[in-house]
């Protein structure tokens, strides 16, 4: 018997829950030489903004232990070609597209939900309010629990549609179940966890940052343990509300870890730039790794770490395993 890898993307169900992360696959056109993007769960696309960017100077990319950290600064081709090009073309694949939006202003998060609405076949809008590169620092919007939720009421209020909002959040944070909280009560469907951690590195041959932006973004592997504590926290506290979980997941195995956290969903982000057909790998081990725990459907895990420990003998507490 296949196991049944269906998810819920809040009220869309998905046929399988591994996703491209953000900013790793651009609009899933790269990705189409080495695997079909219909198979995997859906394509989230790198965060569009209204108008067009050329990002940040080089060096927008470093190396670190088990990590990258990156300032790409947003680059983009804004939200008419995005509609124009982008989408059409990953719709014409059979594709589902989350789409990722990003803005510098409450009003511009609006904007763009309101753009989005002239589109059809978008799966799901993921709400960037946690990039650490935007021009304006100090207005990271998922610091604070009452930016994030004037945002995401901005975008659910201006799409004229039923399409999942989720919002994706920072680590970098007191409280991440504070931000998760706040933006649940103000109409977001789900939540995306995590966003980058805010890094640097400095090369000490020039004696300078190595990154033109000076600060950026770490992902990889290095910040898996941040991730799935970030997943559990807010399982926790919100048990209903679907979770997209992302941070250094290279292996089934990693993607199996989130979901037994709580998250329905995972994304790859960092090893997509060393292993571009990584989703489809990922999506067969964690198929495997079910298969040998003797788990028939994906929605029977999710969220199991949260349940007392099995009597010894028995290696899985719910009934219908
Ligand atoms: C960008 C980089 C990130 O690491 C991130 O999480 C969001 C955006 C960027 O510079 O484009």
Not at 70 to 77: A, R, W
Not at 269 to 297: K, M, N, Q, W, Y
């Amino acid at each position: 018997m296949p196991i049944d890898l269906r998810t819920r993307l809040g009220h869309v169900e998905l046929p399988n829950p591994v996703l491209t992360a953000s900013g790793c696959a651009g609009s899933g056109r790269e990705l189409a030489q080495y695997f079909d993007v219909a198979k995997i769960g859906a394509v989230v696309t790198k965060s569009v903004m209204l108008a067009p960017r050329a990002g940040r100077p080089t060096p927008r990319m470093a190396e670190t232990p088990s990590g990258m950290l990156n300032s790409i600064g947003l680059q983009g081709p804004g939200i008419d070609a995005f509609l124009q090009r982008d989408l059409p073309w990953l719709l014409s694949r059979g594709a589902r597209a989350v789409v990722s939006i990003a803005g510098g202003t409450v009003g511009e998060f609006a904007e763009l939900a309101d753009r989005l609405s002239d589109a059809s076949g978008v799966t799901a809008v993921e709400v960037n309010i946690s990039c650490p590169n935007v021009e304006h620092r100090g207005q990271v919007f998922a610091c604070d629990p009452d930016a994030s939720a004037e945002v995401i009421e901005a975008v659910r209020g201006r799409l004229r549609y039923d399409v999942p909002v989720f919002a994706k959040l920072s680590p970098d944070v007191t409280d991440i179940v504070t931000i998760a909280r706040a933006c649940v009560e103000a109409g977001a469907d789900g939540l995306s966890l995590i966003n980058t951690l805010l890094g640097m590195a400095i090369d000490t041959v020039t004696m300078r940052p190595v990154l033109a932006g000076v600060t950026g973004g770490l992902s990889g592997p290095a910040i898996r343990p941040v991730a799935v504590r970030c997943i559990w926290q807010v399982r926790e506290a919100l048990p209903d509300v679907p979770i997209i979980g992302m941070g250094g997941i290279r292996t089934g195995r990693d993607a199996l870890e989130f979901i037994l956290a709580g998250a329905a969903m995972v994304s790859i982000g960092t090893t997509i730039f060393h292993d571009p057909s990584a989703c489809v790998r990922i999506l067969r081990e964690l198929e495997e790794e079910l298969a040998s725990r003797g788990v028939e459907r994906l929605t029977d895990i999710i969220g199991l770490a949260h349940e007392p420990h099995p009597a010894p003998g028995r290696r899985l507490s719910r009934s219908s395993l």
